[in-house]
């Protein structure tokens, strides 16, 4: 008796791929350990050649700190400031006009103005509008013309007409932070101070010299590290050497006379 024939196979059909809800429906079946190896890895983000200045400096030594100055020292024995004035007077006016400014830009609008104007009476007496003639050329130059008639109207009132040997009294000034009164302590007053600006706060964590948050913490840092031989010119080689060599984007290593002693860990070979 023949058998009947067999029925056949029905075609298996390829599975359809697997939508992304699959997917996850699955992953989410597995055990914790096979679904963190199904996991892809992240390639590793390599930084670009120079990303190592986000990477803090090592701090200088006490040694380090005075090699640092007597090389700046060597180069530039008595540094000064780049903003031109007459008396401590038109320093502080000077020195209140060049936040956010250049010390050229100031110098070129202060050249006419200082040439007439040197006390707070005169200031007051040229008026608010007569001094904007002058400095329109300067960044934010109205709130900066409105804070010198006011320091100007100030000084006459509660300091007889002079400049105030006295950091307190100098930070009542409109417009006069405690940048601005370091500046005029040290110049027009002879005083060993640290005014920390752009430059300055950038070299001392760059360098390890001094590495802060803040302007206040990198300027308390500094006066305790360096030498009390250096103090009195120690901001200006700072500003100098910041504004001349080790520029903000791209530092002029191979020109520093302090390049030996600087920790910066992204040093440029060219320039």
Request: with cysteine; hydrophobic share 40%; proline share 8%.
């Amino acid at each position: 008796m023949s058998r009947p024939p067999r029925a056949e196979s029905p075609v298996k059909k390829p599975a359809a791929p697997a939508t992304k809800a699959a997917k996850t429906k699955r992953a989410a079946a597995l055990p914790p350990s096979d679904t963190a190896a199904r996991k892809p890895r992240k390639a590793k983000r390599r930084m670009p050649p120079g990303k190592g200045a986000t990477k803090l400096s090592a701090r200088l030594s006490a040694d380090e700190v005075d090699a640092f100055f007597a090389a700046l020292s060597k180069v530039n024995p008595e540094p000064k400031g780049e903003l031109n004035y007459v008396n401590a007077y038109t320093l502080l006016v000077a020195v209140v006009l060049s936040a956010q400014a250049t010390d050229a830009g100031v110098n070129r609008a202060t050249k006419d103005l200082f040439a007439t104007v040197d006390t707070p009476q005169k200031m007051v007496a040229l008026g608010l509008e007569g001094l904007i003639k002058h400095v329109r050329t300067i960044g934010l130059f109205n709130t900066k013309a409105k804070n010198v008639i006011a320091l100007s109207e100030m000084l006459i009132a509660k300091h007889g007409g002079e400049v105030p040997h006295d950091r307190a009294a100098l930070e009542e000034l409109p417009g006069v932070g405690r940048k601005t009164a370091n500046v005029v302590l040290n110049i027009a007053f002879g005083e060993p101070t640290m005014a920390v600006d752009t430059h300055v706060f950038r070299i001392s964590n760059r360098t390890g010299l001094a590495q802060g948050k803040t302007p206040l913490e990198v300027e308390e840092k500094l006066v305790k590290a360096i030498p009390a031989k250096w103090a009195l010119h120690s901001h200006h080689w700072l500003i100098l050497h910041g504004r001349y060599v080790c520029l903000a984007r791209k530092p002029n290593c191979p020109g520093c006379v302090v390049n030996e002693i600087c920790k910066f860990p992204a040093k440029t070979t060219v320039f």
